[in-house]
C-alpha cells in the first residue's frame, strides 16, 4: 500500500499530526468485543419486538385481525400503521430530515396497500423472540392482491401497474398523460449547447445501453433499535445509526412529537454505507414501547434487511457520445432511469449531475427518470445514482476510444475538466483534481504493466462525487494533565475519532493520543447532521479546528493573566504560548493546561459550522482481469485505486475508504444483485446466496492518495468516502470488454451473464 | 409548607422563570424505574467482585495467603492492597482532588496495618456473588492485633495507642513532644482581640462541654463501582458518585495512571450527602478488572457502608462564652475536638471557622483538633463539622440567655453579624443574611405560640454555612424547534437539572420544559467539580447563564443577517429579538431558533467558569418537643426551619433542601449514632439498628424561605444545601433542655441518656 504525494502539489504545507497514522481510539474496544452496538443495549424490562411482512409484492390489505395474537400468553402489545399519526408533520427545512418524510412512515408500516414483498404490516412486543415469533403467525390479514412491476422499462409504459393514484410527474415519460397517474417519480434534464450539432461534428459515435441491478450496501450489523417511551412522554431510542439528529427529526415528523421530547443515542455502528441514514424501524419499537410501558428492541434478520430495508436502485441507461477524430467529445446525450422502489426518491439526480464531470463537454443533453417499483424502497448507498450512471459513461468512453483507436487515459485527460470549467449544471467546478487523478493514473506502473498472459483485459474508469457539506457541532474540555476531551455528535464509521483528533491536535500543538474522542447523543451535543455525504472529517473537522482555536483564544488569555500582560503579547505556535514582550515567559500547552483551575477555571468551548464548499473529490481505478472462456469466471488480478483526498489527514483511513470503496464496487459489478422471481419475490436474501466479495475474491486492492487540497478546509481536506465506488464497475466492465472482446451491457458480470454475452454477440457477429 | 419573602428584600426584582417550581425533568425516571443508578450498570462478561474487610480494630497483618480462595472454581482474581502502586502520584492543586489521596488509597485497602474494624484488606472478582462470598472466607490472612483507641480524648492522652507512627502535629496536644508520634492530626487555631479582658467584662460566662457522635449520611443507595479496564489501558467507571471529575483525578493518582485514560461515568445518585465526593471501591473494582479483562462491579452491602465509608466526625466541644448584663457578649474561648477516625481529616476547620459566625465577637479563641482513631475514617457530610460545634455553641449561647434572664433570640439579635463585620478568620463577611433569618425567626407565629402541655419545651439555634465557590462547566445546544438540550457535568443529587434550566429558560426567554438537561460523562463535558458544597446551583448555573448569554449573542448575529443590519441594532428583551431601526422586524427565541440551519448552521456555546463568591447561607430553626418523663422519649411537637436562600430559583427544591437537612440534623440530634463496642466493633451497623428518622418520627417541618440576594450571581442565588442541617441538633437540645429544665451535654438524645441525665442533674441538686 503506497501514497504518492500528488506533484502537481505545488504549495506544500508542512504538518506536524495532519498525515500521519495514529492508532485509532477505539481499535482495541471494537476488536475485544467492549464496543457496544445497537444490539447490546440492555435496559430493564426489555421486550422484544417483531414485524410481520408482506408476502406479496402488490396487494390491498383489506383486513388485519390481530386478536389471536394478542391472546397469545407473553404477546404484549400488537401495532400496525393505525397506531400511527395518518400523516407525518410537515417540515420545512430538506436539510434536516433529508428524506421524503412521508414515504417513510408509508414504507415503515404499511396502512391501506403493500407495494412490495417483505412491506412491513404489523408488529409485535413480546416476552420473548419466541413468543414474538408465534404471535406473528397468528395475525390474520386478507390481502387483495394486484398486478405488479419490478421492471423499469415496463413500469413506464402506459397500462403498467399504478403503485400511487397520486402520482404525477411533469415531463415524465408519460408526458402527454401528465394529468394521469404515473409510475415516474420524478423527471430531471440538464441540457447545454445543441446536442445535434455536436453530433454531427463528431467523427465518432458510440451509443449503448446498460442494465444494473439493485445491491444492498451489506452492511454487517442488521438495522435494529431500542426504544423505551416513559410515562412523561420523553422517548429514548437507542440504535445503530449514522445521523441522530436526522433520525430525531424524522421521527418527530412521523409520531408528531417535538423533537425536545426524543432522545437518539447512537451506538457504536456496524457499517452504513448510506443505508443507516434515516429512521427505519425505531416508530414501530417506539409505540410499541408506549403501547407496553415498557422498553422493546427489534433487531431485524438478514432477510429482513435485505427485504424490508433500503438497497441502491437498478437502472437503465443509455449514452450516447460523439467525438471528433482527434478524440475531442463534441456532444453526449443519455437518458439514465432509475428504480426507485416502492417509494418516491432513487438516484437519477445525482447520477445525471455527476457521471460526465470528468468531461468538458459544450453539447449535452441529460435526462434522468426515476421509477417506482413493487421492489424494496430503495436508499443512498455511497456517492448515491453515480456508480450506475459511470457504468454506463465510462464504458462508452472507452468503446469510443477503441473506435477511435486512442488510448482511454489519453482520451479522457484530452477532454478533462478543470476548476471553473462549466458542469451539466452550468455551475463552474470548485478546486478539484480530476486532472491529477488521470495523470497519476497515466503516471502509475500499473497501467503500463504487461498482462501476462490469454483471456486477460485491462480496464480504467474515472469516478466523481461532489460531496455536500452539512450541519457540524464540536465541543472540547481541556483537562489539567493537558488532555483534552473531544465531544462531537458525529457517528464514527470510518475512523472519524483518530481524523478528528489529529484536526485538533494540529491545532493545540499536542498529540492525537492526549485527545479523548467521544460521541455524545442527541441530548448531549450540538447538532450535527449525518455521518455520510463523505462529510465528517471535513465538516465535523472544521467545527473541531474552531473550537480548538477558540480554546487557544481562551488559553491565551490566561497566559496573559500569569505573565500580567495582554492577550495581544501572547503568541501561540508550535504548541508553545509565548510571551512577545522581552520577558521570556513561554509555557507550553500542557504546562498552562496545568494552570488553568488556578486562574479562572477550566478551559471549554463549542463550535457549530455550517461549511458551504466540502471540496469534491476524483477518483479512478485500474483493475486487470482474467476471464475464464469455458466457465466465465472472471478473476480480479490487480487493481489500483486513485482519488483526489485533497490532503488525506490520516492517510490508512483514506485508504481504507478507497479500499472499501473498490471492494463494493467490485462486488457490485461482479456478483452482487437483488434477485426477483415472478411473483416480485427476492429470492436470494441471504449472504450465502447474496454473494458479497470476500478476501479470497479479490487481490490487495493498491489505494493511491492524489492530493490537491481544497481551499474550503484549512488543511485542505476534502471528503473521501464515497468517489472510490463510482469507478469500480465500469473498469472492471471496460478489462472484461478488453479480455473478451465483447462489450458487457449488464450488471453483475456473473459467469453466467459472460458466457451468455459472449456467446450471443459472437453469434451475431457470426 | 409556605414561602415568606423577606421583607428586607428591598430591591426587588421581577423574573418570569427564576421562582417558579416545574416539574424536574428526571421525575416520572425516577419514579417508575428507568432512571439508571450505579447498580443497574450492566455490560458484557461483568464479573461480580466482594471485599474482605478486618475483623480487629487495629491490628499488623503479617501474612496474607490467598492460594485456596484462587484455586476455588468461579474465582477469576484475587487483589490486595500489593497489586496497587506503593504510593499514589503527587498532585498540587488541592481543588481538583478534594481529599488527602494518600490516606484515600490506604484506608481503600489496608497495607501494613488494618486501622478500623471494616478495613479492607483484599478482593476478589468471581463469577457469581455466592462464588465470591465462599472466595472471601478462604483467603487466609494473619494478623498481630495492636491497642486500639476509639475516643478522642483518650487518643489524645499521652502513651494512647498511635495509628501512624509518621504523624506529627505542630501545636497538638502533645505539643511538648511534638517531636513523637501523635494522634492529633491537625491543631488549627483562631484568636481575635483579648480572651482574658473579655471575660472580666463579662457579667455572666457559661462554660460547658459536649459530646456527639460519629453518624452516617444515610444514603439509601450503597457505593457501587462497575469499572472496565481494557486491553488499551483505558479504563471506564460506572459509579454513584456526586463528582466524577474528582473520583478521576483521585483515582489517576492512585493508580498512577493519566486522567485522560480514565473515564468515569456518573450514573444517577440515590443520595450522597458528601459521603460520595471521593474515590472509594473504584480502584478496587479497576485493578480486578485489569486482573481479569473482564469488567468488575461492586456493591456494598449496608454493613459495609456503615463500616466501610466515612461517617461524620465525632466530637468532644467545650465552648465558654461570657456577656454583660445587657447583652453584649464579650469574649469566647472554644476548643473543639473531632475524631477523625482511620486518617487525617476531620471537621475542626470547619467548626472552628462557622460555628461562631452568627455573633460579631472582639475577643474570641478557638482552638480545633483533629485526632485519628480506629474507627472508619471520617468524610464531609453536608456543612462538614459545623453541626458538631453548633450543637455546642448554640446552646451555650441559650443557656447565657437563661442566665441573663433574656429571650435567647433577642441575645443573638442584639450580637448579630452584618456584612462587612470581621470574621474568626479577620476577614469581612461578604453580603449574608443572619440577621434577617433571626428577625424572620422572631416573626413567625411559631416563636410565640402557647406550648400547650407540660413536659414540653422550645428551642431554637441557628446555624450558618460559608459555602465554596467551584469549577463548572456547561454547554448549550439549541434545536430548530427552539427547544435547547443542557449539558452540564454537575450529577443531579437535589434537582439540578430543574434549577439550572430554569436558569437557562430566565436567559433564553423559553419554557423549562422546553429545556433537556442531561449529565455529562468525564469524556463529554467540560471539567466540573463537586456536586457538593452548596454549590450546583450557584455555580453551574453561572456557567449556564454565561452559556446561554452565549447563544443569544451568536443568535444576535444571526437575527441581524436576517435583518440585514448590524447586531449592535438588534436588542434581545423578554424572549424577543427585536430591530433597534424602525423596520419593526422581530423574531422570538423559538422563530429565530427555526432559522438558524439556513443562516450559517446551529448554534451551540459553552461556559466554563470559576465563581469566586457563592453566598453564604444562615439558617435557624424553631422545634417544639414534648419529653416523656417516664420514658424520656422525646416528640417532635413542631418544627420550622428557616433558610436565607439567596434567591430561591426553584422554591420547592429549597424548601426540600431545607427540610432535608431539618431531618438529618433531628436525626442526629435524636436517634443517629456509631456505637462500638469494647473491641472497637461497630455493633449497630444496619438499618434495623442504626435508627434514622422516618416519617412518623417527625411532623411536616414547614421551611421559612429567606431571601437576601447574593450579589455574586446575576440571580442572586445562594448555595443553600447544607446549612439547614447546621442547627437542629443545638435546636433540639435547648427544647429538651428548656422541656426538662436540664441540660443536655450528649448525642443522641436518647431516652437512655435523658433518663440519666436528668436522674444524674437531679440527684447532684437534690
Redesign the interface.
Known sequence: MTTTADSTNREKRRFRVVGTRPIRHD???KV???A?FGI?T????LLCGAILRSPHAHARIRKIDASKAEALPGVKAVMTARDLPEKPDQHE?F??VLANVDALARNMMARDKVLFKGHAVAAVAAINPHVADEALGLIEIEYETLPHVIDVRAAMEPGAPILHDDLRTQGGAQDATADAPTNVANHIQFALGDVAKGFKEADAIVERSFQTKSVHQGYIEPSNSTA?W???G?LTIWKSTQAPFIVR?QVALILRI???SI?IVPMEIGGGFGGKVNTDIDPITAILSKKTGQPVKIVLNRSEVFEGTGPAPCAHNTVKIGATKDGKITAVEATLVYGAGAFPGGGAGGGAMTALSPYKIENVKIDGYDVVLNTPWTAAYRAPGVPQAAHATEQVIDELAQKLEMDPMELRLKNVTRPGDRQVTGIPFPSMGIAEVEEAMLRHPHYRAPLGGPNRGRGAAMGYWGNHGM???A?I?????G???L?TGSVDIGGSRPVLAIQAAEVLGIDVE?I?P?V?D???????SVTGGSRTAHDTGIAVIQASEEVIRRMRDRAALLWETQAEDVAFQDGLFVSKTDSGDRLTFKELA?KL??T???????????PKSIGPSASGMIVDVEVDPETGKVDVLRATIFQDAGKAAHPSYVEGQMQGGATQGLGWGLNEEYFFDESGAMVNSSFLDYRMPITMDLPMIEPVVVEVPSPGHPFGLRGVGESSIVSPMAAVSNAISRATGVRMEHLPLSPRYILERTAQVGESAG
Open positions: 481499535g482495541v474496544d475485544t468485543g467492549r457496544k447490546d440492555q435496559v430493564a424490562g427545512n436539510w434536516e423505551s416513559s410515562a412523561d420523553y427529526q417535538p423533537v425536545s432522545r450541519h457540524s457541532s465541543t474540555a481541556v483537562n489539567s494533565n488532555t483534552i476531551s465531544i492526549d479523548r467521544s455524545g442527541t441530548d448531549s451535543v450540538g447538532y450535527t496545568a483551575l488556578v479562572g477555571g477550566p478551559v471549554s468551548a463549542s463550535a457549530s459550522v455550517e
